[in-house]
DNA sequence: CGTCTAACCAACCAATCGGTTGAATACGAG
DNA sequence: CTCGTATTCAACCGATTGGTTGGTTAGACG
């Protein structure tokens, strides 16, 4: 129980190569020995690339007599971006009310205004 | 060098408290001290944990007195979704033109369609 | 000056990682 | 049954990671 299910997945796409492999299971759906083909490192390590992925929910196999065909499975790629995307945009709301508080206090001739952005910063 | 810009990304949102202190950042800017508080790790521990985030770009530092307070980089957040987004992308084309296939082979009363799919394949 | 606080550097430790090699398993073909 | 192919398992190695403790720098304050 090492991570929950969002850490292996940011993990598993840590790795230059298992980016790659994923990048091209995106383009169509490959056997571990087409997979390792490109790369010079041995089948074995591609193999573990794999299972890394297969653990983070990134990748699924099925069997073909003795090949095991790997397939992308998208739905860990939303939750990643889920949970990015809701820190990005907090941030940039965050920008947003920076801004109106500077703009407030640059023409001053609205105090009201300046005040209102004062008490929102305290009732945080 | 071990690492490429995202692949250092990545590799820092794959801890969970590394991930908890972006969400806080995001609210607001804070020192070392007030983010480690609320864990049960020493401070240097925290200290090193935000080092990784600044190596990976997704934190900057500025100087007050003794202090340094943290500050959440936004758009090294926005270049892990750009990358995640597009094969995620490409996924779903690629399942709506199997999809397109599918149906064509379904109701066969079309067999050029089906001849077009088959060529776009072999144009790969 | 000395002292307190905030933060960091350095050394160390157990655990994990990315890679290797060698042996084992599973399956199709002759 | 035997052979070849595809894949995994197991043990090992060097490097990195997440954590610790102890000492050090930087700056505010008495």
Known sequence: MAGD?????FAALADPTRRD???RLAVADATV???AAPYDISVQAVS???KVLEDAGLVTR???AQR???HLQADVLDLMTAWIERYRRETEERYQRL???LASLDSDSDPAA???AHEDGAAS
Not at 5 to 9: C, E, G, K, T, V
Request: charge should be positive; aromatic fraction near 0%.
């Open 5 to 9: 299910r969002l850490s292996r997945a």
């Open 21 to 23: 492999l994923v990048g």
């Open 33 to 35: 020995n087409e997979l």
């Open 48 to 50: 573990k690339h794999l």
């Open 62 to 64: 099925s069997r073909d």
């Open 68 to 70: 095991r065909p790997c």
């Open 99 to 101: 801004d109106a508080v």
């Open 114 to 116: 300046t005040e209102a």
